[in-house]
Structures are given as structure tokens and as C-alpha cells.
């Protein structure tokens, strides 16, 4: 490791506050009751995050006068919702490559319903008043390897050769530098118009305005407990009352659950990130970054990272921690070891920036699936739906999830519901120790593969041919 990183990597976390950045917001709404009595709707959401906010919000554009409830646990983006590093991908299939390997045939349909997808994202951020700091500034992959390299170059000629290369632009080592400038990166591949940059935590909370404004009644602090058939719709029973409706939309993601078999689809997998401090001019000037892009390297454990509005640098990513039996727990939310790694690495990045300290430091679980991007199901006779598995980049496609489960409740065929990515399940987890087991060697096989010119092992070798796909 780099003197400079080692000398500063420690010091830097000082002062940093073990909580989310983006929920320390003073903007933060207020949350609202919980439900304390019976209530009947006409559509239950489950889940104040982006994927239920945005089915509740769709649903009452789709029919104004829908009758529509949305309950969630703790508050409206206390969790992935408010956690993570505000990329807003167009990709519905966990990038290009992912989406090659698993949806060949339909991959052309499934990029131009992302990108509609974002646009209408971008469209609602204006329509409704929301502001996320909403910058559509794309993002560069950014290779740090030489055999990274070659791959950027090779999934270009795959784009063009599938006339998706229209937004793309390779970036030679002057020129990656150029835009951002760091002496670890040896080239880039910027997507110009796929991704946007926002604040997570006001998405969500504005996201939450605009169902309340169209009448959406919301109540925090009410966690569903269990789901059973009721006449001709479901019950939800919540701490302090009981819910009746004739539909049920989960948005509930790396939470258990409520349709029971769905939980062997998804772990639970938790990233971490930090925030720095404002950066002086002089700091800002050192590393360029005019243009505002995300970036991300090209390894297997890949770092992300991204200048918020206020200049400060959210650096997050490559150390993904499974805990044993997939249990969901706030004592996973922190891992110093991992701050410490993660400092490490951002000097070692940006040596220019030496003696910048972080603010915040944290961490938050990801529905993680087999496959790497959403499923979708339905379950009671179709009177509910589900979608699940965003694996991490569904501040985008959790949309797109909305949509899915609004078409598949509504009990009609779609250009989305007839898709074969919407169609077809992940492979399923197996049962402790094996899960535990199997994630370990793959992370270790993925980290030897980053140090040997990105050489997959047999191990690999064997998931890619199960269609496990674990390559980022």
C-alpha cells in the first residue's frame, strides 16, 4: 500500500458519525402515525421504500381514484432507500454484460424499457417538485487493471455490435484523467445518458409527498406481520391494527418476506460506504470531476464512488459482507475493519487528497439474488405481487418493479409481464452451511481472479455454468 494511504487512512476516521449521510438531512419529513385501527383499501403496498413508494405512487396515476394504503415499518427510506450512493441506473439487468448472459434475446427491449424507465424518473423528479439534486451525468467505469482494459474495450464492441453504443464513449488513460484524475486509472468507459446521480434519502421523502398530495394514506412505524386470504382479498395484521384488501403489492426486498417461499430467492448482503467532508477549491481542482459523474472501477470487488452537491466524495463498495444464516440485524450496519479498508483504499485512489477526513461512515443491507437483478411473482391466486433481488442497483429499477407488480395484479398480459426476464426465478439459495460456504468461496475466488489478470477459476467456471453469473 501507498505510504500516503497508510500514513492517513486511520486519521481520517476520526470524526466520521457511524450514520447514514444522506438521513442526517435536516430536510427530513416528520414521521407519520402508525395505523391503530382497521383499515380497507383497495391496494396495500407494503414497504416505504423506493420499490413501494413508487407501486403506490403508479398506482394512483394508473387510477386516480384507487383506494390505496402504504405501510412500512420503521420510516419511509430508513433503509437500502436511504443508504446507498444515489446512482440511478437505467440497466434493469445489473449492466450490459449480466444482461447478455442471462436475456440475450430480449436484451435491445429490456435496455430501451430502462432508458424509458429513467427518463420517466427524471420526468416525475420535475413534475412533482422533488428535490434529489437530480444530475443525469452518466458514469465511467474506470479501469484499473490492464486486463480490465481489454474488458472495457470487449463489452464496447459488443455494444456497438448490438447497436447499443449510442450513449458510450471508451476513454483512453489521458482522457479518463482528464475528467477525473486519479494515477490508478488506465482507461474508462462513460456512459453519457444511462445513470443519474441524486440524494437517495429526498428522493424517498419526496417520493413520499407526492403519494400523500395524491392521496396515498401512508402509516410509519407499522410493520406487516403475517398475510392470509380474507374473503375475497387479504389480510395483513400490523402491531396495532389490521389491514383488509382485495390487493397486496411487497415491496418489502432483503426483509423476510411474507409470501414464505419467495425467502430462499434472496440474501441479504451488506455494503458499506464513507463520506469525506466538503472539499476546499484547491482540493476540488486536484481531482478535476467538472462534469460530475459517477464512477465505478472495473474489478470483481469494485469500489463506487461520486461528488454529492455540496463537494463532498461518498466512496463505497468492494468489501460485500454476507452474515451467517442471512439474518438481518443492525449490529451488521457498522464494521470498522471495513472503514478502515475502505480509507485505505480512497488514498491510495486520491493521494492528492491526503489529510481529508471523512464525516460519516455506514453500512446497510442489499437483496441480494442469484442472478444479480429483480424478480417478480405473484402468489393467493394472483391477488398479490412481489418483486425482489435488485441486488444493489435498484434506486433505478425499483420503478420498473412497480410497474411489473401493478401489471401482474391488474391480471392483464403486458409488453412487461410477457418478458422472459419477468417470466423466470432466480436459482434459489440452498439451506445453511452451504449458503455460507458457497458465498465465502466465491468472494475468494472473485478477489484471486482481481490480482490474476481477472483469470476465473474453476470454482467460477462452475457458477457461470449453473447461471449463478457472480462477476461484480
Not at 472539499?279 to 464512488?305: C, I, M, P, T
Not at 461512515?361 to 394472483?382: P, Y
Request: hydrophobic fraction near 40%; include cysteine.
Amino acid at each position: 500500500m501507498a505510504p500516503v494511504a497508510m500514513r492517513s487512512a486511520a486519521h481520517s476516521l476520526s470524526d466520521a458519525q457511524p450514520v447514514p449521510f444522506w438521513l442526517e438531512d435536516p430536510g427530513k419529513p416528520a414521521a407519520l402515525p402508525a395505523l391503530t385501527s382497521a383499515e380497507r383499501c383497495e391496494l396495500l403496498v407494503v414497504g416505504g421504500g423506493y420499490s413501494g413508494l413508487w407501486t403506490a405512487l403508479l398506482a394512483k396515476e394508473r387510477d386516480p381514484g384507487r383506494d390505496v394504503v402504504l405501510i412500512e415499518g420503521r420510516e419511509v427510506g430508513w433503509a437500502a432507500s436511504g443508504r446507498n450512493g444515489g446512482f440511478c441506473a437505467a440497466s434493469l439487468t445489473h449492466g450490459l454484460g449480466n444482461g447478455l448472459a442471462r436475456w440475450p434475446g430480449e436484451l435491445k427491449t429490456l435496455e430501451e424499457m430502462g432508458e424509458r424507465n429513467l427518463d420517466a424518473i427524471e420526468a416525475a423528479v420535475a413534475a412533482y417538485g422533488i428535490d434529489c439534486d437530480f444530475e443525469r451525468t452518466g458514469e465511467i467505469d474506470v479501469a484499473t487493471e490492464p486486463h480490465q482494459l481489454d474488458e472495457l474495450r470487449e463489452m464496447y464492441a459488443e455494444a456497438e455490435r448490438l447497436g447499443l453504443a449510442g450513449g458510450l464513449e471508451l476513454l483512453d488513460q489521458d482522457a479518463v484523467r482528464a475528467e477525473v484524475d486519479s494515477p490508478t486509472f488506465l482507461g474508462g468507459l462513460w456512459d453519457r445518458r444511462g445513470v443519474a446521480m441524486l440524494h437517495p434519502a429526498k428522493l424517498a421523502w419526496g417520493l413520499k409527498r407526492a403519494c400523500l398530495e395524491l392521496g396515498v394514506r401512508i402509516y410509519e412505524n407499522t410493520q406487516a406481520l403475517d398475510l392470509a386470504a380474507a374473503g375475497p382479498g387479504m389480510a395483513v395484521r400490523t402491531p396495532y391494527g389490521r389491514i383488509l384488501a382485495r390487493r397486496v403489492a411487497l415491496g418489502t426486498n432483503v426483509f423476510p418476506s411474507l409470501v414464505k417461499r419467495v425467502r430462499h430467492y434472496v440474501v441479504p448482503v451488506y455494503d458499506y460506504a464513507l463520506m469525506t467532508e466538503p472539499l476546499s477549491e484547491e482540493q476540488l481542482a486536484a481531482v478535476g470531476w467538472k462534469r460530475r459523474q459517477g464512477l465505478g472501477d472495473s474489478a470483481n470487488q469494485f469500489h463506487y464512488f461520486r461528488i454529492t452537491a455540496d463537494n463532498r466524495i461518498l466512496w463505497g463498495g468492494y468489501d460485500a459482507i454476507y452474515p451467517y444464516g442471512g439474518r438481518v440485524s443492525a449490529e451488521m450496519d457498522h464494521r470498522p475493519e471495513t472503514y478502515l479498508k475502505l480509507a485505505e483504499h480512497f488514498f491510495t485512489c486520491f493521494p492528492q487528497l491526503e489529510g481529508l477526513r471523512f464525516s460519516h461512515a455506514w453500512g446497510g443491507a442489499i437483496d441480494t439474488c442469484s442472478r444479480f437483478s429483480a424478480f417478480f411473482g405473484t402468489a393467493h391466486g394472483g391477488k398479490v405481487a412481489y418483486a425482489a433481488g435488485f441486488t444493489g442497483l435498484g434506486v433505478g429499477a425499483t420503478r420498473f418493479g412497480a410497474d411489473v407488480m401493478l401489471d401482474l395484479l391488474s391480471g392483464r398480459s403486458t409488453e412487461r409481464t410477457e418478458l422472459e426476464m419477468v417470466r423466470s426465478k432466480p436459482l434459489p439459495f440452498p439451506p445453511e452451511p452451504f449458503a455460507w460456504a458457497g458465498i465465502g468461496i466465491t468472494k475468494w475466488s472473485l478477489a484471486h481472479a482481481d490480482t490474476h489478470g481477472g483469470h476465473r477459476n474453476l470454482w467460477l467456471k462452475a457458477m457461470d455454468r449453473l447461471g449463478l453469473g457472480f462477476d461484480s
